[in-house]
Protein backbone atom coordinates (compact mmCIF):
# COMPACT_ATOMS: atom_id res chain seq x y z
CA UNK A 1 0.00 0.00 0.00
CA UNK A 2 3.20 2.78 -0.01
CA UNK A 3 2.78 5.01 -2.77
CA UNK A 4 5.81 6.03 -4.34
CA UNK A 5 5.61 10.08 -4.61
CA UNK A 6 4.04 10.19 -1.12
CA UNK A 7 7.21 8.57 0.24
CA UNK A 8 9.42 10.51 -2.37
CA UNK A 9 7.35 13.62 -0.93
CA UNK A 10 7.82 12.59 3.03
CA UNK A 11 11.74 11.95 2.33
CA UNK A 12 12.26 15.81 0.66
CA UNK A 13 10.63 17.49 3.43
CA UNK A 14 12.67 15.65 6.13
CA UNK A 15 15.72 14.80 4.83
CA UNK A 16 16.14 17.22 1.70
CA UNK A 17 18.35 19.71 3.94
CA UNK A 18 20.85 17.55 5.20
CA UNK A 19 24.12 18.28 4.16
CA UNK A 20 27.46 15.37 4.06
CA UNK A 21 29.38 15.41 6.85
CA UNK A 22 33.48 16.25 6.33
CA UNK A 23 34.15 13.21 9.22
CA UNK A 24 36.61 10.70 8.12
CA UNK A 25 38.16 7.75 9.40
CA UNK A 26 41.35 7.05 10.88
CA UNK A 27 42.70 3.82 10.67
CA UNK A 28 45.77 2.98 12.02
CA UNK A 29 47.97 1.23 9.99
CA UNK A 30 49.51 -2.15 11.47
CA UNK A 31 53.17 -2.43 11.75
CA UNK A 32 55.37 -4.60 9.79
CA UNK A 33 56.06 -7.87 11.09
CA UNK A 34 59.19 -8.90 12.93
CA UNK A 35 59.10 -12.62 12.28
CA UNK A 36 59.08 -15.10 12.06
CA UNK A 37 56.68 -16.13 14.95
CA UNK A 38 56.08 -19.81 16.01
CA UNK A 39 53.03 -20.55 18.08
CA UNK A 40 51.76 -24.35 19.38
CA UNK A 41 48.24 -25.57 20.93
CA UNK A 42 48.39 -28.19 23.33
CA UNK A 43 44.74 -29.81 22.25
CA UNK A 44 43.10 -31.22 25.57
CA UNK A 45 41.38 -34.32 23.87
CA UNK A 46 42.02 -36.46 21.20
CA UNK A 47 42.42 -34.79 17.71
CA UNK A 48 44.62 -35.05 14.66
CA UNK A 49 47.46 -32.64 14.55
CA UNK A 50 46.96 -29.41 12.17
CA UNK A 51 50.08 -27.51 10.46
CA UNK A 52 49.29 -23.33 9.76
CA UNK A 53 52.00 -21.75 7.63
CA UNK A 54 50.66 -18.36 7.36
CA UNK A 55 52.12 -15.08 5.80
CA UNK A 56 50.97 -11.15 5.84
CA UNK A 57 50.02 -10.57 3.05
CA UNK A 58 48.50 -7.38 0.79
CA UNK A 59 44.80 -6.17 0.86
CA UNK A 60 42.74 -6.81 -1.99
CA UNK A 61 43.00 -4.66 -5.10
CA UNK A 62 42.04 -4.87 -8.38
CA UNK A 63 44.35 -2.26 -9.93
CA UNK A 64 47.80 -4.06 -8.29
CA UNK A 65 48.97 -7.53 -9.07
CA UNK A 66 50.49 -8.53 -5.29
CA UNK A 67 47.08 -10.47 -4.24
CA UNK A 68 46.59 -11.63 -7.62
CA UNK A 69 49.87 -12.89 -8.14
CA UNK A 70 49.68 -14.92 -4.95
CA UNK A 71 46.80 -16.18 -5.28
CA UNK A 72 47.89 -17.90 -8.42
CA UNK A 73 51.14 -19.08 -6.44
CA UNK A 74 48.52 -20.55 -3.74
CA UNK A 75 47.20 -22.46 -6.43
CA UNK A 76 49.91 -23.77 -7.75
CA UNK A 77 51.74 -25.13 -5.16
CA UNK A 78 49.56 -26.36 -3.06
CA UNK A 79 46.32 -27.01 -5.13
CA UNK A 80 44.74 -31.04 -5.49
CA UNK A 81 47.58 -30.76 -9.24
CA UNK A 82 49.87 -29.41 -7.04
CA UNK A 83 53.33 -32.03 -6.90
CA UNK A 84 52.97 -31.47 -2.79
CA UNK A 85 49.72 -32.81 -2.61
CA UNK A 86 50.19 -35.01 -4.65
CA UNK A 87 52.94 -36.15 -2.57
CA UNK A 88 51.58 -35.91 0.95
CA UNK A 89 48.12 -37.21 0.27
CA UNK A 90 47.95 -39.34 -2.46
CA UNK A 91 51.30 -40.80 -2.81
CA UNK A 92 52.75 -40.94 1.15
CA UNK A 93 49.17 -40.63 2.73
CA UNK A 94 50.51 -38.93 5.53
CA UNK A 95 47.95 -35.83 5.71
CA UNK A 96 44.46 -35.96 4.55
CA UNK A 97 43.82 -31.85 3.83
CA UNK A 98 46.25 -29.37 2.15
CA UNK A 99 44.58 -26.53 2.03
CA UNK A 100 45.33 -22.37 1.27
CA UNK A 101 43.05 -19.77 2.37
CA UNK A 102 44.26 -16.57 0.99
CA UNK A 103 41.49 -14.14 1.90
CA UNK A 104 40.39 -11.35 -0.36
CA UNK A 105 40.15 -8.32 2.56
CA UNK A 106 40.42 -4.61 2.46
CA UNK A 107 43.14 -4.73 5.07
CA UNK A 108 46.18 -6.82 4.77
CA UNK A 109 45.75 -10.30 6.34
CA UNK A 110 47.32 -13.54 6.34
CA UNK A 111 47.62 -15.92 3.75
CA UNK A 112 47.70 -19.44 5.59
CA UNK A 113 48.67 -22.80 4.02
CA UNK A 114 47.17 -25.50 6.44
CA UNK A 115 47.69 -29.23 6.75
CA UNK A 116 45.99 -31.90 8.97
CA UNK A 117 48.15 -34.78 9.29
CA UNK A 118 47.79 -38.14 10.30
CA UNK A 119 50.46 -38.76 12.64
CA UNK A 120 51.85 -37.10 15.00
CA UNK A 121 55.35 -38.02 14.51
CA UNK A 122 55.08 -36.61 10.84
CA UNK A 123 54.64 -32.91 12.13
CA UNK A 124 57.84 -31.37 11.01
CA UNK A 125 58.49 -33.28 7.85
CA UNK A 126 54.53 -31.63 6.75
CA UNK A 127 55.66 -28.33 7.53
CA UNK A 128 59.25 -28.34 6.50
CA UNK A 129 57.64 -29.46 2.79
CA UNK A 130 55.65 -26.75 2.77
CA UNK A 131 58.49 -24.33 3.81
CA UNK A 132 60.51 -25.68 1.51
CA UNK A 133 57.73 -25.48 -1.40
CA UNK A 134 57.41 -22.00 -0.40
CA UNK A 135 61.26 -21.36 -0.77
CA UNK A 136 60.96 -22.50 -4.56
CA UNK A 137 58.52 -20.18 -5.21
CA UNK A 138 60.88 -17.44 -4.10
CA UNK A 139 63.78 -18.97 -6.00
CA UNK A 140 62.52 -20.26 -9.13
CA UNK A 141 60.03 -19.64 -11.68
CA UNK A 142 57.07 -21.70 -11.96
CA UNK A 143 56.73 -23.22 -15.74
CA UNK A 144 54.28 -21.05 -18.28
CA UNK A 145 52.38 -24.02 -19.17
CA UNK A 146 51.48 -24.69 -15.00
CA UNK A 147 50.67 -21.05 -15.21
CA UNK A 148 48.42 -21.28 -17.60
CA UNK A 149 46.48 -24.13 -16.35
CA UNK A 150 46.35 -22.70 -13.48
CA UNK A 151 44.73 -19.54 -14.78
CA UNK A 152 42.19 -21.58 -16.73
CA UNK A 153 40.85 -23.65 -13.60
CA UNK A 154 40.28 -20.36 -11.68
CA UNK A 155 38.56 -18.88 -14.55
CA UNK A 156 35.91 -21.59 -15.48
CA UNK A 157 35.86 -22.84 -11.71
CA UNK A 158 34.52 -19.49 -10.85
CA UNK A 159 32.34 -19.47 -13.98
CA UNK A 160 30.93 -22.91 -13.34
CA UNK A 161 30.11 -22.01 -9.56
CA UNK A 162 27.57 -19.58 -10.43
CA UNK A 163 25.11 -21.97 -11.53
CA UNK A 164 21.80 -20.52 -9.18
CA UNK A 165 20.59 -17.37 -8.05
CA UNK A 166 21.86 -17.77 -4.38
CA UNK A 167 25.67 -18.87 -5.62
CA UNK A 168 25.67 -15.37 -8.03
CA UNK A 169 24.56 -13.33 -5.11
CA UNK A 170 26.81 -14.75 -3.15
CA UNK A 171 29.98 -14.24 -5.63
CA UNK A 172 28.38 -10.71 -5.85
CA UNK A 173 28.66 -10.16 -2.76
CA UNK A 174 32.44 -11.43 -1.65
CA UNK A 175 33.80 -9.01 -4.39
CA UNK A 176 31.49 -6.20 -3.69
CA UNK A 177 31.83 -5.72 -0.05
CA UNK A 178 35.49 -5.20 -1.01
CA UNK A 179 34.80 -2.55 -3.81
CA UNK A 180 31.12 -1.23 -4.15
CA UNK A 181 30.57 -2.27 -8.38
CA UNK A 182 30.54 -5.75 -9.64
CA UNK A 183 33.08 -4.78 -12.06
CA UNK A 184 35.64 -5.25 -10.01
CA UNK A 185 35.23 -9.24 -11.13
CA UNK A 186 36.38 -8.56 -14.46
CA UNK A 187 39.13 -6.13 -13.32
CA UNK A 188 40.32 -8.73 -11.03
CA UNK A 189 40.26 -11.67 -13.86
CA UNK A 190 42.02 -9.52 -16.34
CA UNK A 191 45.24 -8.81 -13.06
CA UNK A 192 45.06 -12.81 -13.20
CA UNK A 193 45.40 -13.09 -16.69
CA UNK A 194 47.81 -10.22 -16.84
CA UNK A 195 50.32 -12.42 -14.13
CA UNK A 196 53.52 -13.62 -15.54
CA UNK A 197 55.56 -16.24 -13.91
CA UNK A 198 58.26 -13.38 -12.79
CA UNK A 199 55.04 -11.64 -11.50
CA UNK A 200 54.64 -14.83 -9.53
CA UNK A 201 58.43 -15.38 -8.19
CA UNK A 202 58.70 -11.73 -7.02
CA UNK A 203 55.64 -11.28 -5.28
CA UNK A 204 56.50 -14.83 -3.75
CA UNK A 205 59.99 -13.23 -2.62
CA UNK A 206 58.07 -9.98 -1.37
CA UNK A 207 55.98 -11.40 1.10
CA UNK A 208 56.53 -15.33 1.28
CA UNK A 209 59.53 -14.11 3.49
CA UNK A 210 60.35 -15.02 7.16
CA UNK A 211 59.72 -11.68 9.03
CA UNK A 212 56.08 -12.43 7.44
CA UNK A 213 55.59 -15.44 8.71
CA UNK A 214 54.00 -17.26 11.39
CA UNK A 215 54.26 -21.29 11.79
CA UNK A 216 51.54 -22.67 13.68
CA UNK A 217 50.87 -26.17 15.02
CA UNK A 218 48.37 -28.14 17.55
CA UNK A 219 48.03 -31.43 18.66
CA UNK A 220 46.43 -33.39 21.36
CA UNK A 221 48.69 -32.58 24.67
CA UNK A 222 51.78 -34.13 25.86
CA UNK A 223 52.42 -35.48 22.46
CA UNK A 224 54.01 -33.20 19.95
CA UNK A 225 57.31 -30.69 21.02
CA UNK A 226 58.14 -28.03 18.12
CA UNK A 227 61.52 -28.55 16.66
CA UNK A 228 63.79 -25.85 14.91
CA UNK A 229 62.68 -25.05 11.84
CA UNK A 230 65.42 -26.28 9.08
CA UNK A 231 67.65 -23.62 8.08
CA UNK A 232 67.44 -22.32 4.98
CA UNK A 233 70.15 -23.84 2.06
CA UNK A 234 72.95 -22.02 1.16
CA UNK A 235 73.57 -20.54 -1.89
CA UNK A 236 76.01 -22.12 -4.43
CA UNK A 237 77.65 -18.90 -4.79
CA UNK A 238 77.76 -17.71 -1.36
CA UNK A 239 79.89 -21.22 0.02
CA UNK A 240 82.95 -22.16 -1.80
CA UNK A 241 83.87 -25.60 -1.48
CA UNK A 242 86.91 -24.38 0.78
CA UNK A 243 84.56 -22.50 3.83
CA UNK A 244 84.22 -24.58 6.64
CA UNK A 245 81.08 -24.06 8.01
CA UNK A 246 79.72 -25.17 11.82
CA UNK A 247 75.88 -25.67 12.54
CA UNK A 248 75.21 -25.08 15.65
CA UNK A 249 71.44 -25.72 17.10
CA UNK A 250 69.80 -23.68 19.36
CA UNK A 251 67.33 -24.59 22.19
CA UNK A 252 64.90 -21.73 20.82
CA UNK A 253 62.75 -23.43 17.82
CA UNK A 254 63.22 -20.23 15.38
CA UNK A 255 66.80 -19.94 15.77
CA UNK A 256 69.58 -21.89 14.58
CA UNK A 257 73.19 -20.60 14.29
CA UNK A 258 75.72 -21.39 11.36
CA UNK A 259 78.97 -19.93 11.64
CA UNK A 260 81.34 -19.62 8.58
CA UNK A 261 85.18 -19.64 8.97
CA UNK A 262 87.72 -18.72 6.69
Do not use: C
Not at 43 to 67: F, H
Not at 122 to 141: F, G, S, Y
Request: proline residues 6%; glycine residues 6%; aromatic residues 8%.
Amino acid sequence: DVKHDEVLGLARKFWSGWKRGTFTQQIPVEPEPQGPYMAHVDWPTDTLPWVAVAYRGPAYSDSKKDKAALDLAGEIAFSQSSPLYQKLVIEEQKVDDLFTFFRDSRDPGLLIIGARVKNVKDVDEVRDAILATVADLRNNQVSAERLAQVKSSLKYGFALSMDNTGAVAGALAQYIQLMPTPETIDRVFAQYDASTTADIQEMSGRYFTDKRMTVGTLASQGTYTARALAPPAPAAASTPADVKTLLKPSQVPLVTLRILFN
